[in-house]
């Protein structure tokens, strides 16, 4: 039974890199030397071939990466490195809580560790050569740091909780813990803008002036009671533009990057707050909350029947039962699982970025937010011709032509 487990996980850790690995293969092969048709006129000479060139230096460090990360883990399973390190902290930490903690927040930081080289290769050599880049080292390791001191303080907080929840009341915890993780995100989409992105960023109120006025304008028009639009200063780590839409009840915001507003003119800004409320109009946060309401469920659940069997530790080499083991194997179990998690949840995903594309078209003009989305698309050096299978499992937006070809029909 044990030698079986530990080839099942040893196989899911393998299929789902592989996977990984052969989507991204499948969505370099199929890039066209030429943008497709419809696409011809949006970039300038020589703007299309940098978008390639873009997609190939990205995705060949997600292959190295991936390949390394594998190898890491095999590594580690088989010189049975996760069970000494274990049975090492066993040997100070008697607090069942404590030790559990301890090897997670160990194994957190020597990941991020580990895979800083790949971060920093990724910022300034390919970001940077692409001109997206803006951080200085300094701004970059300072960045990290915060990161990762906020990641640990978050961790060691609800871990301690949901680990002494597992211990006090058994193989029914997870109706509990399933309600603090809940808890957690609620929390989280009020602290987000208050002090997490504030950490990194900063946030100031849009200018008053004639852009103000007409984001007003459209949502005034449309009944929509908007307690704040801001201004995130995303040019401080990168020249990508976005936009995105915070909060429920009565404090709803609107973000706007800076870099946003510098790409685009006053109307096809509006179209992207239309865009916006378009998700907000068409449910798709509390759609999100409900989805994210499942997947803690289930993956609760699917932990509660592992998590104090004993051949899960012993497949990966351990003497006796070890909750963090447990919890380790379990984790690299759900992967396949969750692959599959995430394209059904893409897919919702992809259809509601068109229904709120159709709801900004319908409130406030389809032709603005088609040229909003081509320049975006241009600005951002975004893959105009996406593999379908490589878009099923890793994009939450359809492929700028499909939204195109949404919106001409609305027109
Ligand atoms: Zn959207």
Known sequence: MESYLFHIIVFALIASTVWDIFLNW?????????????????????????????????????????TFNLALLLGLLFSGAFVSLDTYLHSYIQHPVLHALSFFLIIGTLNELIFLPFCYYKTFHIEQAFGFNTMSLMQFFQNKIKAYVLMMLIAFLIGYILLYIVLMIGPNFWYYSWAIIMGFIFFTQWAYLRFILPLFNRLSPLKDG???????????????????????????????????????????????????????????????????????????????????????????????????????????????????????????LYQLLSLLLDGIEYAIMRRQELEADAYAAQTYCPKKLASSLKKLAVHNLTNLSPHPLFVAFNHNHPPLLKRLEALSKLK
């Open 26 to 66: 499948l969505n370099l092969r199929h890039t066209a030397i030429v943008p497709p048709a419809p696409l011809t006129s949006i970039y300038e000479a020589q703007g299309y071939a940098k978008s390639v060139r873009y997609l190939r230096a990205d995705t060949n460090l997600s292959f190295l990466s991936n």
């Open 210 to 332: 004639s852009l103000r006025q007409a984001i007003e304008d459209y949502v005034t028009k449309l009944d929509f009671d908007v307690a704040e639009i801001l201004v995130v200063n995303g040019s401080a780590q990168s020249t990508k533009a976005n936009a995105f839409f915070m909060g429920l009840g009565k404090r709803k915001r609107i973000v706007l990057y800076d870099t946003l507003l510098e790409t685009l003119k006053e109307q096809e800004i509006v179209a992207v707050v239309a865009h916006e409320l378009g998700h907000y109009k068409k449910r798709h946060v509390e759609w999100g909350l409900f989805k994210a309401f499942l997947r803690t469920g289930l993956m609760q659940f699917l932990l509660a029947t592992a998590i104090f069997s004993p051949a899960l530790s012993t497949s990966l080499g351990s003497p006796a039962m070890s909750l963090p083991l447990n919890i380790l194997g379990f984790f690299f």
